[in-house]
């Protein structure tokens, strides 16, 4: 069974930087597709980073060149490295592990959240 397990959510003033990190168990992280989604309040879920086993990696427009996804093997974590922190960052983050199964049938599983408040 999959299980993620996120930390690392805090406050911060604008301007400053948090490193979220997604402790992985039951799938190495390498083999599957990771991703940060996160969710403000009265807000719809979205997706804020993703990294394929591949490596290949995308970002939402909003945080391009501020955000950056990664991932340690060894320790089976992934992270989102967040710098240049705006009030409208402020949301709960999620990780999320994406599974396409052999029949073609697609799985997600979440963690827990972390939050995230970004404020003067």
């Known amino acids: 069974q999959v299980q993620l397990v996120e930390s690392g959510g805090d406050s911060v003033q604008p301007g400053g930087s948090l490193r979220l990190s997604c402790a992985a168990s039951?799938?190495?992280?390498?083999?599957?597709?990771m991703a940060w989604y996160r969710q403000a309040p009265e807000k719809q879920r979205e997706l804020v980073a993703g990294?394929?086993?591949?490596?290949?990696?995308n970002y939402a427009d909003s945080v391009k060149g501020r955000f950056s996804i990664s991932r340690d093997n060894a320790k089976n974590t992934v992270y989102l490295q967040m710098n240049s922190l705006k009030p409208e960052d402020t949301a709960v983050y999620y990780c999320?592990?994406?599974?396409?199964?052999?029949?073609?049938?697609?799985?997600?599983?979440w963690g827990q959240g972390t939050q995230v408040t970004v404020s003067s």
């Open positions: 999320n592990l994406h599974l396409v199964r052999a029949d073609d049938s697609q799985l997600d599983y």
């Open positions: 039951g799938r190495p992280v390498r083999f599957s597709t």
């Open positions: 990294m394929t086993g591949g490596g290949t990696t």
